[in-house]
Nanobody, 117 residues
Framework: QVQLVESGGGLVQAGGSLRLSCAAS????????MGWYRQAPGSQRELVAT???????NYADSVKGRFVISRDNAKNTVFLQMNNLKPEDTAVYYC???????????WGQGTQVTVSS
């Protein structure tokens, strides 16, 4: 059974940095795309960034130039380096993956990121 475990969330002041990690276990097939989404109170879940197995990245406009997504294929782990954080980045951040040849995707339990002004 695929499990995603996120870590690295917390409380930080505006302008600070955090690094999120998400490790996938129980993966039998190769991971295709890995990504991060976030959901603020009263808002819908939104895409933050994704990365393919080959390293192609995609970012939401709101985080371009501040966040960097990366992955370690050997360890089935994806990272999100978040710099110059803003109060509007406050949300629960969720890890998401999909697998080659398998329909559907998988979600982590979420990690809280809170940015104080």
């Amino acid at each position: 059974q695929v499990q995603l475990v996120e870590s690295g969330g917390g409380l930080v002041q505006a302008g600070g940095s955090l690094r999120l990690s998400c490790a996938a276990s129980g993966v039998v097939f190769s991971i295709n795309r890995m990504g991060w989404y976030r959901q603020a109170p009263g808002s819908q879940r939104e895409l933050v960034a994704t990365i393919t197995r080959g390293g192609t990245t995609n970012y939401a406009d709101s985080v371009k130039g501040r966040f960097v997504i990366s992955r370690d294929n050997a360890k089935n782990t994806v990272f999100l380096q978040m710099n110059n954080l803003k109060p509007e980045d406050t949300a629960v951040y969720y890890c998401n993956i999909d697998l080659f040849g398998i329909r559907g995707d998988y979600w982590g339990q979420g990690t809280q990121v809170t940015v104080s002004s």
